[in-house]
């Protein structure tokens, strides 16, 4: 069962958080402001942070700069009555993984968590698994079914990125950034090329698909 810290100074707020979170099958941990965070993950596990922004005695960007600075890559989910581009930039650039603006919507914040919570496995694992196949980050190998074997490293690593965050786009300029030396002459023709072959190796498979999203680049969709 995943543990959630809660920083956050309005008790109503903090209340309704825990109880949805507890009713949905999280364990939980209570602290009004940063400083008191701080010390509750100093004694326990946690999975998770939901984070207030403005609280007394430490707010939610010392808080989130001293966890990063400590070298701790725990997720938060900053959640906020600010909702300022430079607020949100200020956040993201501090360290947080994820923002939301009050009042939260219930729903929204536990798909977040969700999300959140599963890019972290998948962090700390380098396995992901969609529908009958893994993908092993640490051997480059593919499993589907029963039958194991490698693909190019290059492509290995743009299909568990797409498969990371499925129907999430992802555009030629982005993957070349990520996946290409800025040293190098490629083109984001490139890109293409090396898309055309993972559709080639698994246009029969069962489990997702690599789409086209026109004047935009790519993305990767779960079959049902």
């Not at 909702?83 to 977040?112: A, N």
């Not at 246009?203 to 049902?224: C, H, M, P, W």
């Amino acid at each position: 069962m995943f543990t959630i810290l809660i920083a956050e100074d309005n008790k109503n707020t903090a209340r309704l958080m825990e109880v949805v979170l507890t009713q949905n099958g999280y364990n939980t941990l209570l602290a009004p402001n940063g400083e008191e965070a701080l010390k509750i993950l100093d004694d326990n596990h946690v999975d998770l942070v939901l984070l207030d922004l403005m609280m007394p005695v430490m707010d939610g960007i010392t808080f989130t700069r001293v966890l990063r600075q400590s070298g701790s890559q725990i997720p938060i989910l900053m959640v906020t009555a600010k909702d300022s581009q430079e607020d949100i930039r200020r956040g993201f650039l501090t360290g947080t993984d994820d923002y939301m603006i009050k009042p939260i919507d219930e729903v929204e914040m536990l798909l977040r968590i969700q999300a959140l919570l599963r890019r972290a496995r998948i962090a700390v694992e380098h396995e992901l698994v969609i529908g009958n196949t893994t993908l092993d980050y640490n051997s480059f190998t593919i499993k589907e079914g029963e039958e194991v074997y490698e693909i190019p490293k290059k492509e290995f690593q743009m299909l568990f990125k797409f498969l990371s965050f499925p129907n999430k786009t992802f555009t030629r300029r982005q993957l070349m950034e990520e996946f290409w030396d800025s040293e190098t002459q490629s083109e984001e023709r490139t890109v293409d090329v090396h898309i055309n072959r993972l559709r080639e190796r698994f246009k029969n498979s069962q489990d997702f698909e690599i789409v086209t999203v026109r004047g935009l680049g790519y993305k990767a969709v779960k079959k049902e």
